[in-house]
């Protein structure tokens, strides 16, 4: 079955140093990989999304992603945190080689940036 | 300015009345969404339109209808048969329902019923 895994519910780090916010993926084919990040009462914005080419993706508002074939993973990243970066992150997943017209997403990860 | 537009913010309904979300977007997709979200259960689709006139069920479309009568709005109606529809529900639309496509989302509605 596919699915898409964001095994921490909560993330906490500090104001300047880096964060992870992990996600791994089981689909049949080829994944379409996508970030997207959700502050409080809000609608998501989409970050960053991984298709083809370069394992390093790079987004918006700083944050980047790496594609990891072998481990399943995609997961996002920042080179120092702000307070303003915390909020509900989302990763989804499409597989390519289905006839999946939906998205398969993760339940989320609060990320809070303390000052 | 482009994007998608949801209203009410705030939509309070009794047990048994129907109630309709609007969604419009400006951005000349062809592909809508509609998601319910819950705490700690993520997004969940309830149905998706790839062009005027079609639309397909999601995974929880029991107790929801829609229309796409034209390609810029995409309301949902939450009918009585839909039995715990308090939630926040999410509209998106996409350039079309390809995979490599990524979604643009509304401000969400926030549903309660009373």
């Known amino acids: 079955a596919q699915s898409v895994a964001q095994p921490e519910d909560q993330v906490n780090v500090a104001e300047g140093n880096p964060l992870t916010v992990k996600c791994t993926y089981s689909?049949?084919?080829?994944?379409?990989l996508f970030w997207y990040v959700q502050y409080p009462n809000r609608g998501l914005q989409f970050l960053l999304k991984y298709i083809t080419g370069d394992n390093l993706v790079k987004g918006s508002y700083g944050f980047e992603a790496e594609f990891n074939k072998s481990q399943t993973s995609f997961h996002l990243k920042k080179p120092s945190a702000l307070v303003s970066d915390s909020a509900l992150y989302f990763c989804?997943?499409?597989?390519?080689?289905?006839?999946?017209?939906?998205?398969?997403w993760g339940l989320g990860t609060s990320l809070a940036v303390n000052p | 300015d482009g994007g998608i537009t949801q209203s009410p913010k705030y939509l309070f309904r009794k047990e048994g009345q129907n109630v309709t979300l609007s969604c419009e977007q400006n951005l000349n997709h062809d592909a809508m969404y509609w998601y319910r979200q819950d705490p700690g259960q993520g997004l969940r689709l309830i149905y998706y339109s790839q062009i005027v006139n079609d639309f397909q069920k999601g995974d929880i479309a029991e107790g929801y209808s829609v229309s796409r009568e034209k390609k810029e709005s995409f309301p949902l109606t939450v009918t009585s048969a839909q039995k715990n529809p308090t939630a926040f529900y999410l509209c998106?639309?996409?350039?079309?329902?390809?995979?490599?496509?990524?979604?643009?989302f509304g401000p969400g509605t926030r549903l309660t019923v009373l």
């Open positions: 989804a997943v499409r597989d390519y080689n289905g006839n999946n017209r939906k998205l398969i």
């Open positions: 689909v049949s084919g080829n994944p379409y």
């Open positions: 998106a639309s996409s350039m079309s329902t390809s995979s490599y496509n990524e979604q643009f």
